[in-house]
Each structure stands twice: as structure tokens, then as C-alpha cells.
């Protein structure tokens, strides 16, 4: 189950030395897509600009800007959670525990960005996703053509996502792994969120 793929990711932010948000698990049968709909469209509608290149590869800032909205805006908490997605048994990107270990230990020792290919979305207290960016990805990348107007957003249930194999697998949690691969990460993320006020 998500939940403890979820628990896991937690205590390998910890293991990382990184610094942990507070982890509030909600065990609440209320689902928030259904019982917050008027709530979340709101948020939607500020994060949603009209063209899948302005949200496509853009996962980490999307989903930072959507953690501040959503905490701003409701009485949910929520966290960016980092990691892959499995789509039919096939994993989209690269990234893994071991890897990402490697991937600090040079940082560290060279002092230099190494980033590994790795996909970002929001993760709610409820352990129900929100994806604003890998169907815009993978529509810019000629994967995917949307059969209605608009761009797609995933916001559910990960567990009932994984019964049509598509998984998503959280390996770290929070935004302090985004700011130590790219010191530039919060700049990059101001100077989105202004592209984004036309839009707000």
C-alpha cells in the first residue's frame, strides 16, 4: 500500500540527514477530491496555465508552488514527495534509494550538482496524489493525446492507481533534497510563481 511505501520514504529522509516536515497521517475515511472539490479547484485554477509546456518537466516547482498553495489555502497538509512512477510494470525514471545515496555522497564530495532523473508530485494527509505535470510531460513529449480540452490532473487514490499498474513509488520526502541538488532550486521556484501570476 501507499501508506507504507509512504512510511518508508519518511524514514529514508531521515536516513539522508535531511530535515523532515511533520508527517500527519490522516486515517479519515473522508476523501479530499470528493469532499474538498470546490476547495481544490480553486488551487487548481491558480496552478493551471492554458499550455502543457508551461507545466511539462517542470514537477519539482510545480509541486512546491502547489504544497504552499494547498497549505495556505485549506486545513490539509501535504508534502512533495520524490520518487518514480511504475507504468505497466515499467519504471519512468531512474531514480532509486541506492542511487539517490550516490548521487549525495558526489555531491558532497565534488561539490557539484548531480541530479538523477526522478519524477515529483504531492502527497496529502489523506495518502491520496496530486500530479499537475506528468500527463502535460507526456503529452509535450508526443506520449500521450488528451481526449478532451484541458489538461489532465492526476488526483487520487495511488492504491486504486496501482490496480491499472501505474504506480507511483515515494522514496524521498520533502524539498530539502531539491534545494541540495540545485542551489538554484527556490529562485527558480519565485521566478515560476511570478510566470504563474498572470494566472492567478
Known amino acids: 500500500m501507499y501508506v507504507d511505501a509512504f512510511k518508508k520514504a519518511e ?17 479519515n475515511e473522508i476523501k479530499l477530491r470528493r469532499d474538498a472539490k ?10 493551471q496555465p492554458t499550455k502543457p509546456e508551461d507545466l511539462a518537466f517542470k ?5 512546491q508552488i502547489l504544497c504552499e498553495y494547498i497549505s495556505s489555502e485549506t486545513p490539509y497538509k501535504a508534502w512533495v514527495t520524490i520518487g518514480t512512477i511504475i507504468d505497466d510494470n515499467k519504471h519512468q525514471f531512474a531514480i532509486t534509494q541506492k542511487k539517490l545515496e550516490i548521487a549525495l555522497e558526489k555531491i558532497k564530495t565534488t561539490n557539484t ?15 491520496e496524489i496530486i500530479d499537475l505535470t506528468y500527463s502535460a510531460s507526456l503529452i509535450i513529449s508526443g506520449q500521450y493525446q488528451p481526449k478532451h480540452s484541458g489538461l ?7 492504491d ?4 491499472q499498474k501505474f504506480v507511483y513509488h515515494p522514496i524521498i520526502v520533502g524539498e530539502n533534497y531539491l534545494k541540495e541538488v540545485d542551489p538554484q532550486f527556490n529562485l527558480l521556484k519565485t521566478r515560476f510563481k511570478k510566470k504563474l501570476s498572470g494566472h492567478i
Do not use: G, R
Request: aromatic share 16%; net charge negative; hydrophobic share 50%.
Open 113 to 127: 550538482n548531480f541530479a538523477l532523473p526522478f519524477h515529483a508530485w504531492v502527497t496529502l494527509e489523506t495518502m
Open 160 to 163: 486504486d492507481l496501482a490496480k
Open 152 to 158: 489532465p490532473i492526476i488526483f487520487d487514490s495511488p
Open 59 to 63: 514537477c519539482a516547482i510545480i509541486s
Open 11 to 27: 524514514q529514508f529522509t531521515k536516513k539522508m540527514c535531511f530535515d523532515v516536515p511533520e508527517i500527519v497521517y490522516n486515517n
Open 38 to 47: 470546490d476547495i481544490f479547484a480553486n488551487i487548481f485554477s491558480k496552478m
